[in-house]
């Protein structure tokens, strides 16, 4: 559809869209350097009284949630030198888990999934 239309900028309106199809799309626009933005949800504009409002696409709007922080001096030592393995390594949470643990510099990182082009992309990152 985007190769259809001339389109500068995609705006998501999330209630009745899946966390996995909000991720494709972000991702094929993101791959073509297009703008994506969120609409404020129709609920937080009633119960506050404000006017329509567009943001930046974040991970936060993806899980529907605000992000929890993580402790990465304890993550790191914890991951130091340790044999890892991570399941379900091919899809989008154990991909990024993957590419999380790495940079904790662990002695080897195992990737295990279904799919073996799916493992192979995370293992070529």
Request: with cysteine; proline share 3%; hydrophobic share 40%.
């Amino acid at each position: 559809m985007l190769d259809e239309h001339m389109v500068d900028e995609v705006i998501i309106a999330l209630p009745e869209t899946s966390s996995e199809q909000i991720r494709s799309y972000v991702l094929e626009c993101r791959r073509r350097q297009m703008p994506v933005k969120v609409v404020s949800l129709i609920r937080d504009m009633l119960n506050r009284e404000t006017a329509l409002h567009l943001h930046e696409f974040t991970v936060e709007d993806l899980l529907r949630r605000p992000s929890v922080g993580a402790d990465t001096l304890a993550a790191s030592d914890y991951l130091n030198q340790k044999r890892v393995m991570v399941t379900g390594a091919g899809g989008s949470i154990g991909s990024e888990l993957c590419r999380q643990i790495a940079v904790h510099n662990p002695k080897s990182l195992i990737l295990f999934g279904h799919g073996e082009n799916s493992i192979h992309g995370i293992y070529q990152e």
